[in-house]
């Protein structure tokens, strides 16, 4: 999913704590990790995170989406942006 609808970029750039109830296919897992992946881009930490998902399955497919997304971004990012994403990306299999 490339383009977010208006509602799913209104939930990418809120700051804070959100909740993303939505129904099946509708893109809150997109949108759960393009979250994720525009906080760790701005220095934040993936300790700080409870992000909460029903499954075990679907907790293991939003690790793995998470991953590739934030190894795509290492790409386009700076030296120092790069080198915590990194750090970042080693927390992601510890994760709950």
Same mark, same amino acid.
């Given at each position: ?48 995170? $409870?992000?909460?998902?029903?499954? +075990?399955?679907? !907790? @293991?497919?939003?690790? #793995?989406? $998470?991953?590739?997304?934030?190894? +795509?971004?290492? !790409? @386009?990012?700076?030296? #120092? ?16």
């Amino acid at each position: 999913m490339a383009n977010p609808t208006p509602q799913q970029q209104a939930a990418i750039d809120k700051r804070g704590r959100v909740i993303v109830s939505a129904s099946a296919g509708s893109g809150k897992t997109f949108v759960m990790i393009e979250r994720l992946v525009s906080y760790v881009e701005g220095g934040g930490d993936l300790e700080n995170v $409870l992000a909460v998902t029903f499954t +075990k399955k679907a !907790a @293991a497919q939003m690790k #793995d989406k $998470l991953r590739t997304a934030l190894i +795509k971004r290492t !790409a @386009a990012a700076d030296s #120092d942006t790069r080198a915590h994403i990194k750090g970042q990306l080693s927390k992601i299999a510890l994760a709950n």
